[in-house]
């Protein structure tokens, strides 16, 4: 097609340079005025920056930022700058200059000088010639801290107030940047809103760099439970929480003049709050423990049950010592490390890279690509490929079609693309990179081999194994490109391979698509990067971790105070042994592991660079570190425990100040083994299911550390079939891991500890009373305010749901009855809800000028309310391909998907109630154009309450009616009923379709630039009616 376009371009020319010099008689001097060469798109005389580096990516108020960037042009540049503003200060420039190269392609530099920590900058590339001029960006960066620069501390006047006391608050505040806010926040048990009160403190001591702040907050009714934090910001913008990690964590008092000192219980829930005789509730208690406590010593649930007295104890920590001051037995600035094995895990490896699809849902189409999916072919999300998780798959069933994908990246003369690519090669996959849709680079394998088009014919490259996962690396510059296969075979070295097409400005696009006409073959891909990413290193694609594997671990937490560093020194590491679970115990020291269990630990953090974002549990994201536990056994004998732990609250992380570790596995559930030193292998010992004094005596365990009480908590459960599930799912080089670990020693120690307690089931209409009190060692005690609650009667599950009409058309409101029978001594319906989303599909009509004319620029807007996605079906797309397109957009008006070429049945999805079609064609040649024939709504979910009709809410029925719907309809629905104990009972989906096709009634369809409305309306229903002469209707009648 290219070819046609370039000799019309020449035959124009020499028709216009013929008519002038025949009236005129002047001479054609130029004939350069038009760009004929294949990207006749491009303006010879264009300017293109490109291959911009920052350095640092990520700057410290410590680091000046240089800025790199190539910057070509036919012309000489003679301005280069950066424009730049420092948050929402008004721009300003820097020069940039020329490092290498020549003034038509060279590489220019500027730099941006160091800034405040908390600095936002904003900044363009600006180039100009003689003729042109171009600017990109804007390009963004955030200044970071390296050091903590604020220090706090509080005291709370008086310490255990009672019911008349105002409390006051005294903060004292080291601050190097001086104080430039502070916040007093506090809120209480009895409070509606989730949200702290604040208060701003006034200085009375000293200054803003150096001084003493009070506030005072009213007082409250006697076992109310207050909670407060402070956070204080400095001139610069940075922020501290006391105590860390506030608001989820914070500190705590009770009404009533209780030590503080005590084990604080500062949450308790129950799992029904209105159960009924068939519930077991489960009442839930948090409790806080501050450094001064002197260990947790028992937890107890009292309770009434009509005047009968009851306590149930949840957790006797008998064997648990807390460390003693003074009684340090060294420190390990310095540890040999007499035994080590390197330590791996099975599982599917999650390959890193800009895309790999590790948050993408299952069967879902891969997050930012565009999809062509035609009939016959599938392209989604699968959960694992030989060994690899979360992975692109791409299906070809058809024999007339061939499915595909592409992803669009910033413009690159010279670049590096990553990815992972295998599956059955007795057919054809395409892989491309292109500009402007055209390919560049354009690999074609099959037949287990790998080639590359160029010259109108494919060139051999290597072999390749089909469903065996192959890593390519394409590198490319202006002069060539070359290949490496996983990360160890060069092919095409120093960029000897010739690019297929023109670079333009530069590769964009990134196309996998099977072949038409094939049919029955699968192909995966994974893990795909691009050297424009950030982050990005060369290989990046060949590493990976197991770390985002879903987990199975018990939600118990402590958090940790401010560390200080030293290093630990690996003198030995023995290798080639693999340990069976990612839990195993490891010996270090001098001595012999005693078998049993210690539950007292003192924990080591491992300083192994920034956390991983994983998955954890239920979808939920987590930032995960790795750690070890200390234990000691004697004054000269110690063990470290691997064990994962969570980072909590990750968008307040300060990364490496501020890491607040999680413990996730119960303690009593590990996994032990021991060294043994006579043939260098670790024996197992096994799971332990409960703790004695004759499996764990131990005596008093000494702090090696430092001379600081430390406290660490467990929680007892008695879930054991956790043990089963628990995924293992660390990769982790153990001699790597040690070489670089570092412990800290904290100054403070914050723990929270959850406990649940199982309560019975009880009789219809018993009254419990409860309340929980918390022990420590010294014999302290704190009891939590008395809840309670009445039982209620069990509604049984059985209900009937009738639809009438069973087959509804468009004139048809839907009645949907719940007809619901419960034994006499149920508690009887509290409501009654039904659910429901309908799909519409429209006959659309829509189309383009046949043909479509040259410099054609249109757009169709579809708007309908309610909707949360919309489905387009083009049962023609004939363009001039590559150069006449069809862009999509969705309801914020971003660019989402585009086509070119000829297609039929072709099918997009746009997120959203709104979508614009736009067609722009080219100056010279014709298109057919488009024809839009259908379009499919898909509307939120709407939510109807249920009436009760004839009965009464122990035996009745319950009804509501679906609103009548036009164009063909499918109507999707389930119906959820809670009883006066407030059980739920769901029933199964079900779903109708309406007929007769009629327009849209809430759309609108716009073309510019004209701006006409193509107003699609509802038909009005007629009615026709038949009567006799006397007017009485009749059936049967034949009009003549």
Known sequence: MAVNKKSKVIFCILLVALFITQIFQITIINTNLFNINNDNRISKNAINISNIDQNPLNPTYNDDVIIQSQITSSEDINTAQIIFKINDTPFSVNEMNLISGTLKNGIWEGLIDKQSYGTNITYY????????SKKVGPFNYSVSLISEMIE???TRNPKYPNSTDKVQFNISVYALKGVKNITLNYKTNQSQSPEFNSTQPNLIDGNSYNGIWNATIPSFPNDTIVKYYVNVSDNDNYQVFLPQYAPYNYFGYIVNGTDENAPFIIETNLSHQTPDYNNNVIISSSINMSEEISGLENVTLSYTVNNKNFVQEKMEFAEVESFKPNQSSGNLSNINILALKNKTWSGNKDYLGLYSFTNDSTGSDPTNWSVYEPASTTVQVISNQDGHRQVIEMTDNSLSDHPGINNSFSDMTSGIVEFWFGGDLSDTTYIQLRSNN??????????????YNYGGSDNYITDMNSNVWTNFRVKWNSSGWMLIINGTQSFGSGYSYNLKGSLGSGID???????SGASGYTVWIDAVDYSCASGYYEGRTLDYTFITEDHHWHDVFTKDGNYSLDQINISKVINNTSLADPYDLLLIGDHTLKEGWNTTEAQVIANIGKPIIARGRGGTEFIFALGLNYSSFSESGFQLQVFPSEVENHSVLNYPYDIPLSFLVDTLLRYSCKFNETDSNFETLGYATSISSTTANFGHYKHPLNDKILYWGFSWHFYYDYITTRNKEFNINMAEFLYNLSYFKPKFNYSILNFEF?????SYNDTIHFNITSYDKEGNSMTSPTYNFTIGDYTSSDFIINQYPESPVNSNEVEINVTIEEPSNASGVKNATLYYKVIKSFNAGIESPHPTPNNYDANWTIIESNCEKIELYFDNITLEENFDFIYLYDYNDNLVNQCTGSYTNKKFII??????????????????GFSLSSIIFHYRESIVPLSLGPGNIFNGTWSTTIPKQNNITEVFYHCQIFDNALNEINSTARNYNQHERTSPNIIQISRDPDGNYLGLQDSPEIITRVSDDSGVSKTGVILQ
């Open 125 to 132: 590339i600006y180039a100009k010639d003689n003729y042109n």
């Open 152 to 154: 706090i501390n509080i």
């Open 438 to 451: 055209t390919p560049v680079i354009d690999f074609r394998i099959y037949l287990d081999k790998i080639y």
């Open 509 to 515: 696009d990134l196309n996998f698509h099977q072949r």
């Open 758 to 762: 199982e309560m019975p089931k009880f």
């Open 911 to 928: 997120e959203g109630n709104k979508t614009r079609i736009r067609l722009a064609t080219d100056f010279i040649g014709e298109s057919w």
